[in-house]
């Protein structure tokens, strides 16, 4: 599964609505999004403090969050990461939402009286879910973290979120203990220099958007 579907699920109750306090998930799923196109050695991120995103393979993916994600990221040729996170285009929910409906891990529920009522996603399959849960209780407790690890509690961590998301698999863990640990998976993950540099860079990338205010995905782009 992709960094981005796997966030997905995370931030989601088993009944398809978003949990009360995911209303900044669109900002979790594009920095997954670009992540998911580093490992896949479509893009790249610069040594700046605030990455640059630069774009080594174009064209499509083959997966269409990414496809999606990919052509905005085109566009936007050596945006800063900040900028990007907050991009609605790179927030490839609906495509994310379409793909885990078509490998039936979900129900695609429509929006209902005039868009008013948001569509839902219904879990079919709660496997996927439950073993991500799994990798990321091991890695909390100490296990060697996958990259994708890394990934997800660096988001969650900057979205302010861990301590809710991972309620079960921080086991003792406190809040300041959770957000230490987090830095320090991080820190451990072996990756491309591309994927090293974003894990860390998300909690300082997704705050910086979070903090003006914006709603669920960003504003549409801006900065530079």
């Known amino acids: 599964m992709l960094i981005a579907e796997e966030l997905f699920l995370l931030l989601r109750r088993d009944d398809g609505t978003p949990e009360a306090w995911s209303a900044q998930r669109g900002y979790g799923i594009a920095a997954a999004a670009i992540t998911d196109l580093a490992l896949a050695g479509h893009v790249t991120l610069s040594d700046d403090r605030d990455p640059r995103v630069s774009v080594l393979r174009p064209g499509p993916v083959g997966h269409p969050a990414l496809d999606a994600a990919m052509a905005r990221l085109e566009a936007g040729e050596g945006k800063k990461l900040s900028s990007l996170v907050a991009d609605r285009q790179v927030a490839v929910e609906q495509q994310v ?128």
């Open 97 to 224: 939402a379409a793909a885990l409906t078509a490998d039936g891990i979900v129900r695609t529920e429509e929006k209902r009286v005039l868009g008013l009522v948001p569509a839902k996603y219904p879990v079919l399959d709660p496997g996927p879910e439950r073993r991500v849960r799994e990798h990321l209780r091991a890695a909390l407790a100490g296990s060697t973290p996958r990259t994708e690890d890394a990934t997800l509690l660096a988001i969650l961590q900057a979205l302010g979120v861990a301590p809710k998301v991972l309620a079960q698999e921080k086991g003792t863990l406190g809040r300041r203990d959770l957000e230490q640990r987090i830095k320090e998976i991080s820190a451990e993950v072996e990756a491309g220099d591309a994927v090293s540099r974003a894990v860390p860079t998300m909690n300082s990338a997704i705050p910086v958007v979070t903090s003006d205010g914006g709603g669920d995905g960003g504003d549409g782009g801006g900065g530079d």
